[in-house]
């Protein structure tokens, strides 16, 4: 399941914002450390997190690259408290609960994403990706294709939701032909003897024909 870093407010400069653009620099090229680091020490900071919501985000998705889930819940749900009306906090509960095996809540975290942002192609990602993980591949799909349609954040996020379609797409028709026979296959279990007949013909022909009598 992916955890991508925040998108920073382009509408917000303050001097936590070069601080934030490091800490996501520092998730892209993998120096997680670095940069939980970098958002802890701004999320104790009063006076240095000057956006709470992408540092709060940063922070948990740290937490879930090194799969501390429980270190990441702890981070969302005090933040979803804090943010009621932020769509993508929902939706990294619900991949994080989803992780810990709290089911029923991940699903409603999830749908309750979408609702608060139907416009965000990252929380139809995150239920693609947990409805894939439990074999519900219609639904994947959907929620893949819907993401798609919408405007990605950055070139790896348009990549990786295609790639997601294409995938999902084929293992749903890869799961329809097996249900499916192809014709020989049909034919070959029609022309099949049953398990009495079966039985009868392994027997020498006379006792064979005594028990047809």
């Not at 701004?42 to 922070?59: E, N, V, W």
């Not at 139907?118 to 139809?124: A, I, Q």
């Amino acid at each position: 399941m992916t955890f991508r870093a925040p998108e920073l407010d382009a509408n917000f400069d303050d001097g936590s914002t070069v601080a934030l653009s490091h800490a996501a620099a520092a998730l892209d090229n993998g120096t997680i450390d670095r940069a939980r680091a970098i958002y802890a020490s701004l999320a104790t900071d009063p006076h240095g997190a000057g956006q709470p919501l992408i540092t709060g985000i940063g922070l948990a998705v740290c937490h879930a690259r090194q799969r501390a889930w429980g270190e990441a819940e702890a981070v969302l749900v005090p933040l979803a408290g804090r943010e009621p009306a932020s769509g993508i906090v929902r939706a990294y509960l619900g991949a994080v609960r989803f992780e810990q095996g709290q089911i029923d809540q991940a699903r409603e975290d999830l749908d309750l994403a979408v609702t608060l942002a139907p416009e965000d192609p990252v929380v139809f990602i995150k239920r693609g990706e947990v409805a894939l993980r439990v074999g519900l591949l219609r639904a994947a799909l959907a929620d893949f294709q819907q993401a798609a349609r919408l405007p990605a954040p950055d070139t790896i996020t348009r990549d990786y939701v295609r790639t997601m379609v294409i995938s999902t797409r084929k293992e749903l028709e890869s799961s329809i032909e097996r249900a499916i026979p192809e014709p020989r296959n049909l034919w070959r279990r029609l022309r099949r003897p049953s398990q009495r007949e079966g039985a009868s013909a392994s027997l020498p022909p006379g006792v064979a024909a005594g028990r047809g009598q």
